[in-house]
């Protein structure tokens, strides 16, 4: 990239004279460096970092990539990007790039206390194979774990749940996408009965008020947030809102900024929908028309282990709190209760059933959540007068509730990592639906996804413990039986039983369930919160760790064997966004050394197994299923014979290498020349992504998720469409007949999603009959209660404490920090706190400070100024800096439907180091 | 006449007092003068690289002497510039860009180089505004600089800002350095009591954005029809450093 003296002199002689004249060299070297980029290739491709999705174009010369620009003509970014999207070019380049497989050994042989020495593939793989069948000949399918990604590309994730669900018969493959997104999942699902939002990024154009709730999208989305900067700027009458707990970047350019104590978000939405009552604002036409109320049980625990057996001291009196809860007198009045009550937390088996009420009930239940109850229960800034905190709140409602008024809600990781998070997004709906704002432009509650491919792969491949891909799940045996077809598998091969999901796996590995885990595009071991446990898990317990990853990481330092990656524009790929786009790209420059796509690396593994290996009866402890005997897997040999497989096929024969998929052949026009390696590599004829791709979309077609053909995203006036893509035309809105092809005509709107949608009714409390009424082409507005977060601070652990990400590093650092510029401007993850908190503890800012939780401590350099300014009592640090491993101080608290972890609320004490 | 005897009074006092200091005790202090100068006074039009400058530079003083409007001046003790060399302070006479350029017409060395041969094509240094204290920035109806710029729309530009706190807009006035020539007509016409426009050695101002990168709506590109792969198989795009990341590894759990 570096111009040389010499290429500069040559360039050309506008140049040369325009550095004699006295013209700075900067601008010499621009003209130079024009002249010498005539022979760069340019192509499209994707950023590699937030759920945004901006569009770039990637310049290459000499199998290496020399620059990037922001695509123009992405309608996302139009030509923009963020700081961390600048760098797109330089991520791959880092000095310790992992280019060889390395693994534990002594002697030559492989060692679980040995140290990393580098090994061929082959060594690797048959280490690989020999661990893998150890372990599930001893506990089976359930044994067997993948760490996966809502940064796998489409066709990563597709041939790893292919791989583990279809192959190896085990759903025990779930994402870091858990951490980020899992609880919008459950509130799409459970209020639409189908996933993803209904709007795009154009609602903001079309909007006249945003309110962010628990995102702080100036930092996290920067370039939709400088799209909702451009929407304020155009006129007064636009407003913005940032409820945070913390104040933030955001609340730059937000007209008001509610500051809130953890969790009393609940109630606030609870307020706004009472007001909406009170006032009488309900849109009654909408909600008769195409709405329903429900509610669900409250005792659902915390998502924690119900066993304090693997408890460290400290953490004993929180976790037992997953058994039974001692109601505090806020958690009384919100949920109709006496203050202390006992509550036994009964239903933390199934948190996820819930039950039609009426609008009676409905409206009962928000009695209690007036301005005076929910203004005292949720002011969050001890230093703000409660006059000003009540008069913010009503003037939220207002905003809601003006009938002139557009609104769109945007949320992130504030809702989504949350002890109840699948209720807070449910009550963004609830709000929305209840004044018909919804699925209109300009108007819906938008949850944003944080990973580039969370919607694209994650959730729409399906790399999750419970599902499929288009939003079927293992639990429904038709969504088997469809996925059976598609997949060309006998019967009952598809194992029923829920998987662990992420969390569940690193509990999984400490209690000595899961024997082997594969990570793959992600880094666990940071970034799951408790992570104390789960470090000392990885190395003492009897397990062999795999990490595929580019670089070397905390996962990679706690493993057993790493296996160098392809990054993004070394391989084939496509990515999601949060808006339903699905946007692709072409292989644009070798992988370094003997660095492979995940792709290869997932097939080359499958080559290592015979369906005689896996196909026959296997326990699953823990099984129920109709069709199924108690605790086993059928042996399906006999019917893969009938269907023409031989027990000596191997998976990659039978998964992959397909005839279908082996007749889209490579080379393919649609590479206009560029390459493939992981056909070199593999000696294929055909095009593995291609196939993969092309299987996948008949699981969506006709399903609400068509997808368009693989070559039409490759199209040069193509910048990746928005689901459903249906006759070729991509859908702006979901459910709205003016937009959704799948919505009847004459409906105006239809919830047409299909899952959860016959209910029994009941009132407040429970269900009361068991005949279940069908909702088809309705959304359901829940009634959620407020409750209590499980961990507050008390006199000894005595502060709130937040974490989160920063504009300039992404997720664990481990592309970001390798980035010189990136690191030089934020080189460690500080510790935001308020500075009469600090001086209280014999704190300045810039000390090291001793930061303490239940689960372990970490020193952080203290911060008093700057970016975020929390109010007393409330501290903030990322956890990007694997210096300051935070996550061993957050407890591993999930929402129980969810299973996402509240990485938001941890109670931490803070000392001088 | 007068004028031009005042100035080769200056002239020859700066260069006798280079002569002098060379039998002096001040020699060591002028010595660290030099070593401590810093690099960003402005030169005359058509001044090399200051490096290159210094050394064709032979403090001759023919341009200072040639300069009809006194703007120029060779460095004396005490001036944080190296003696006897020509240099300018736009606030007190600003380059005034006569088209045939008389100094650089003068000198004999190439120190000021005989390629330029538009007076527009000059850099001496760029101008910068300080917009906390530039009235047009706050909304007062001066540009000055953008009018009084020999080179106004196209060094000094004028863009239209809404302003936030009344009904009128702002009239914001942008450098481009592109165009601007250095030659501090902006700075001399600035009516803050201080000049709020200065002109600066480009670089102590002028930052650079990385060659990986591109700004997407300036540099047009389309899809490459017909790409080309990397097919040599010969040195790896990244030399790996493959025993910096196995210290790492195996350095413990952390």
């Known amino acids: ?913 | 006449m007068e004028q031009n005897a005042r100035r080769e009074f200056f002239i020859r006092l700066a260069q006798g007092t280079a002569l002098a200091a060379t039998g002096g005790l001040i020699w060591s202090a002028l010595l660290q003068q030099q070593a401590k100068a810093m690099p960003n006074a402005l030169r005359p039009p058509g001044a090399l690289d200051e490096d290159d400058f210094q050394a064709l530079c032979i403090k001759c003083g023919l341009c200072v002497r040639d300069c009809p409007y006194d703007t120029l001046r060779l460095s004396t003790a005490g001036d944080s510039v190296p003696i006897g060399t020509p240099y300018f302070l736009p606030r007190e006479i600003p380059c005034y860009m006569c088209p045939d350029i008389p100094c650089k017409v003068a000198c004999p060395t190439g120190a000021l180089t005989p390629e330029l041969t538009d007076i527009n094509g000059a850099r001496m240094g760029l101008a910068v505004i300080d917009i906390e204290n530039c009235l047009s920035w706050q909304g007062l109806r001066c540009e000055i600089c953008h009018r009084e710029c020999p080179l106004t729309d196209t060094a000094i530009t004028v863009e239209h800002n809404p302003r936030k706190i009344s009904k009128h807009a702002l009239f914001v006035p942008i450098v481009h350095s592109d165009a601007c020539t250095g030659c501090g007509i902006c700075e001399k016409a600035c009516p803050t009591d201080e000049a709020a426009i200065r002109v600066v050695a480009h670089e102590l101002v002028q930052g650079k954005i990385g060659d990986h990168y591109r700004l997407g709506w300036k540099v047009d590109t389309t899809i490459t029809p017909d790409f080309k792969p990397y097919e040599k198989s010969g040195p790896l795009p990244v030399a790996p450093d493959a025993s910096g990341g196995l210290d790492y590894l195996n350095e413990g759990v952390p």
């Open chain 1, 1 to 913: 990239m570096e111009i040389t003296r010499r290429e500069f002199l040559k360039s050309s002689i506008a140049a040369t004279t325009a550095a004699t004249v006295g013209m700075p060299l900067i601008q010499g070297a621009q003209a130079a460096s024009e002249d010498f980029e005539a022979d760069w290739q340019w192509d499209k491709g994707v950023c590699r970092f937030c759920g945004t999705g901006c569009g770039i174009m990637v310049a290459t010369k000499k199998g290496r990539i020399v620059a990037t620009k922001g695509d123009p003509d992405a309608p996302v970014n139009r030509g923009l990007n963020c700081i961390k999207g600048y760098f797109n070019g330089k991520i791959q380049y880092g000095k310790d790039r992992l280019t060889q497989p390395l693994m534990r050994m002594t002697d030559g042989k492989f060692d679980k206390k040995g140290k990393f020495t580098p090994v061929s593939w082959e060594q690797a793989f048959d280490e690989m194979e020999r661990q893998f069948r150890k372990a599930y000949a001893e506990k089976g399918p359930a044994g067997v774990a993948v760490f996966g990604s809502g940064q796998y590309t489409i066709q990563e994730g597709y041939a790893s749940a292919k791989l583990m669900k279809a192959g190896f018969r085990s759903n025990n493959i779930d994402p870091n996408a858990r951490h980020c997104m899992a609880s919008a999942v459950v509130g799409f699902i459970q209020t639409f009965g189908i996933d993803e939002p209904a709007g795009n990024y154009d609602d903001i154009e079309h909007t006249d008020t945003v309110v962010s709730w628990g995102a702080n999208m100036a930092e996290c989305h920067p370039i939709l947030w400088s799209r909702v900067a451009d929407r304020r700027l155009s006129s007064d009458d636009v407003k913005i809102v940032n409820l945070s707990t913390y104040a933030n970047e955001t609340s730059n350019i937000a007209d008001t900024e509610i500051l809130f104590k953890p969790g009393t978000d609940l109630a606030i939405w609870n307020y706004i929908a009472r007001e909406i009552i009170k006032r009488d604002a309900v849109n009654h036409d909408f909600v008769d028309k195409h709405c329903v109320f429900a509610t669900g049980p409250y005792d659902i625990g915390y998502g924690m282990r119900n066993t304090d057996k693997y408890a460290f001291d400290a953490e004993k009196d929180i976790m037992a709190k997953e058994l039974e809860v001692t109601l505090t007198a806020e958690e009384a009045i919100a949920q109709r209760r006496k203050t202390g009550e006992k509550v036994k937390q009964n239903n933390t088996k199934k948190p996820v059933k819930h039950w039609l009420i009426t609008y009676e009930d409905f409206k009962e239940a928000l009695d209690p959540y007036t301005l005076d109850f929910v203004s005292q229960l949720a002011k969050g800034d001890p230093d703000e007068s409660l006059d000003d905190f009540r008069a913010k709140l009503k003037l939220l409602a207002d905003l809601y509730i003006d009938k002139g008024r557009k609104v769109v809600s945007f949320w992130t990781m504030g809702f989504n990592q949350h002890y109840r998070g699948s209720w807070i997004n449910e009550q963004a709906y609830m709000v929305h639906l209840l004044l018909g704002k919804q699925s209109m432009p300009g108007n819906g509650a938008f949850s944003l996804t944080g990973q580039p491919s969370a919607c694209g792969t994650a959730r729409e491949v399906g790399t999750f413990a419970h599902r499929l891909p288009a939003d079927m799940v293992v639990m429904n045996p038709k969504h088997r039986a469809r996925s059976e077809q598609i997949w060309k598998l006998p019967p009952r091969t598809i194992n029923p039983k829920v998987g662990s999901h992420i969390t569940k796996i690193m509990r999984d590995l400490e209690d000595g369930q899961v024997k082997f885990a594969w990570v793959q595009v992600n880094n666990p071991f940071q970034a799951t919160a408790n992570a104390n446990h789960w470090l000392k898990a990885a190395r003492e317990m009897d397990n062999f760790i795999v990490v595929s990853d580019p670089y070397p990481t905390i996962s990679a330092k706690v493993s057993d064997l790493i296996l160098p990656s392809a990054m993004i524009f070394e391989k084939w790929g496509g990515y999601g966004n949060a808006e339903r786009r699905t946007q692709m790209w072409r292989e644009q420059v070798p992988p370094p050394g003997q660095a492979r796509s995940d792709v290869w690396q997932a097939m080359e593994f499958a080559k290592r197994f015979r369906l005689k290996d896996v196909w026959g009866e296997q326990m699953v402890p823990g099984l129920e299923a109709e069709g199924f005997e108690s605790g086993k897997l059928p042996d399906v040999l006999d019917k893969a014979r009938e269907m023409g497989y031989s027990p000596d096929d191997t998976l990659y024969d039978v998964l992959f290498a397909t005839p279908e998929n082996r007749k889209f052949k490579w080379p393919d026009k649609v590479a206009k020349g560029h390459d493939n390696h992981t056909v070199k590599a593999g000696a294929l004829d055909w095009f593995p992504e291609k196939a993969l791709y092309q299987e996948y979309v008949q699981f969506g077609r006709g399903h609400e998720h068509d997808l368009a053909d693989f070559d039409v995203y490759y199209r040069d006036d193509v910048r990746g469409l928005k689901w459903p893509v249906v006759d070729g035309k991509e859908t702006e809105w979901r459910f709205n007949e003016k937009y959704d092809p799948y919505v009847k005509k004459g409906s105006g709107f239809e919830f047409y999603g299909k899952a959860l949608k016959e209910l029994p009714t009941g009132d407040l409390d429970k269900p009361t009959s068991k005949e279940k009424t069908s909702l088809a082409g309705k959304a359901k507005i829940f009634f959620r209660p407020y409750a209590a977060p499980p961990e507050q601070p008390d006199d000894n652990y005595d502060l709130w404490m937040c974490t989160g990400r920063v504009l300039e590093h992404w997720h664990t650092g481990t592309m970001t920090r390798r980035v010189p510029e990136l690191h030089r401007a934020v080189p460690t993850a500080l510790f935001y706190m308020h500075p009469k908190d600090a001086e209280d503890r014999g704190l300045k800012r810039k000390d090291v400070a001793m930061v303490e939780s239940r689960r372990g401590k970490v020193q952080a350099v203290v911060e008093t100024q700057g970016r975020d300014d929390p109010p007393r009592g409330y501290t903030f640090i990322a956890f990007f800096d694997e210096g300051v491993l935070v996550n061993k101080l957050v407890p591993d608290i999930t929402c129980p439907m969810s299973k996402e972890t509240d990485f938001k609320k941890c109670a931490v004490k803070v000392r001088k180091a």
